[in-house]
């Protein structure tokens, strides 16, 4: 299917942007009571399923595991994931859902990576995120340090780092690293700042973005979720043939 379906207009398109093509959402926060996603299996099952009907074939979802707020181990993910599989079950929902985790690049990071029990979405790519007010000191270090052992580095939502919103080179020196770059589709929307949308069209200009994910986390985050498939920027993105969540299936 074609992805720009009619022109411009007043900021956004007049049609919904198909989404099939994506077939992976690589990145949400629906496994319920394990870190500031679902508060429930209805939410979870809601969103799921309004997910399929936007044409994708495979959520992995990514639970947060951060030292200070977030300790979850691989298990508690996964036994999660079984309550969000046999709910969908029950309800009918026809799709395949996995979870890896959004890894927080903090001073915990290192112990899990020791531990070699790494949740990756497939084929060792890994989504980690940078603490929002500091990035860490050692984060070229980090990245090495998972590179050298095989993993492919993911940074989710580049875009919202704000530390980093005067200095594009930042940027530019972690894709000269081998860094992926995905997206928040809602950050388009403005929902998060008016500096993270501008970076994230910026980072889409200058083809720097790898993969696009949801980031949902509650039914608010789905009507913003829903509103950027209407936005010029989202279209081009995915017509650009650069993006790599099919590879995620």
Known sequence: MGFFKNIFKSGSLSEML????????????????????????????????????????????TPHIMADMYQNEPSDILSGLEEVKKALVSQNINIEVAAAAEYCLDDGFDAHLKSGNILTLKDNFILVELPYFLPPPDLYDKIFELQINNYKVVIAHPERYMYWYDDFSKFEDLKSRGVYFQVNMISLSGNYSIQAKKLAEKLIENNMIDFMGSDLHNNAYLDYFQKSLYLPALHKLVNSGEIKNHLLL
């Open 18 to 61: 198909d989404i099939s093509a994506l077939k992976v959402d690589m990145h949400s926060h629906l496994i319920p009571g394990i870190d500031d996603g679902v508060s429930d299996i209805e939410t979870s099952v809601f969103i799921i399923r309004r997910l399929k009907e936007l044409g994708y074939e495979k959520i992995i979802t």
